[in-house]
T-cell receptor, first 113, second 119 residues
Framework: SQTIHQWPATLVQPVGSPLSLECTVE??????LYWYRQAAGRGLQLLFY??????ISSEVPQNLSASRPQDRQFILSSKKLLLSDSGFYLC????????????FGSGTRLTVV | AQKITQTQPGMFVQEKEAVTLDCTYD???????LFWYKQPSSGEMIFLIY??????QNATEGRYSLNFQKARKSANLVISASQLGDSAMYFC????????????????FGRGTSLIVHP
């Protein structure tokens, strides 16, 4: 089956520390992948998307960056976290063959302290 | 301007009654798609229903139906016979091709509606 794995599930990091969140896809190849952030009680804000290896598009200028080193791997990073980076981070994919819907990972709840 | 607008921050419904969650959208892509997702307190995003811009019939999936009014750019979700387990956040989303996306569809989400089903 086609699934998206995300880890860790929860993370507490101090201000100024680095961040690396990983998203991997299982069961398919060449998916379009997306990183979203959801602030408490808010909607999903698209941060980055990637249509292939090494291809990253940024939707919102911010303290974060993304990379796609392999076809099924999408990484969200930061060199120095800010308090405002706290939120629920979701990786999503448009998996080939599925005409409808996007598949989401289980999310990472990040708290910057 | 927001691409997806959900004007109801919160909705309450009695168990077994029907409820309509509003969604309006804005796009210049003629070949767009509309989705609804459910997000329980666990945070997972559950795909509910999809409507393509060229679909003539309103989409239905079990107790979920999408009231698609293209001229009004409206895509309301109707949940019939509400159940306690329907209590969750509901997000309307749209996929569209942007000038900057090289032909790839980019999904955009609304701010969501919190639905509470009372017994």
């Amino acid at each position: 089956s086609q699934t998206i794995h995300q880890w860790p599930a929860t993370l507490v990091q101090p201000v100024g520390s680095p961040l690396s969140l990983e998203c991997t896809v299982e069961g398919t190849s060449n998916p379009n992948l997306y990183w979203y952030r959801q602030a408490a009680g808010r909607g999903l804000q698209l941060l980055f998307y990637s249509v292939g290896i090494g291809q990253i598009s940024s939707e919102v200028p911010q303290n974060l960056s993304a990379s796609r080193p392999q076809d099924r791997q999408f990484i969200l990073s930061s060199k120095k976290l800010l308090l405002s980076d706290s939120g629920f981070y979701l990786c999503a994919g448009k998996l080939p063959g599925r005409d409808y819907g996007y598949t989401f990972g289980s999310g990472t709840r990040l708290t910057v302290v | 301007a927001q691409k997806i607008t959900q004007t109801q921050p919160g909705m309450f419904v009695q168990e077994k009654e029907a409820v309509t969650l509003d969604c309006t959208y804005d796009t210049s892509d003629p070949s767009y798609g509309l989705f609804w997702y459910k997000q329980p307190s666990s945070g997972e995003m559950i795909f509910l229903i999809y409507q393509g811009s060229y679909d003539q019939q309103n989409a239905t999936e079990g107790r979920y139906s999408l009231n698609f009014q293209k001229a009004r750019k409206s895509a309301n979700l109707v949940i019939s016979a509400s159940q306690l387990g329907d209590s969750a956040m509901y997000f309307c989303a749209m996929r569209e091709r942007l000038l900057t996306s090289g032909g790839s569809y980019i999904p955009t989400f609304g701010r969501g509606t919190s639905l509470i089903v009372h017994p």
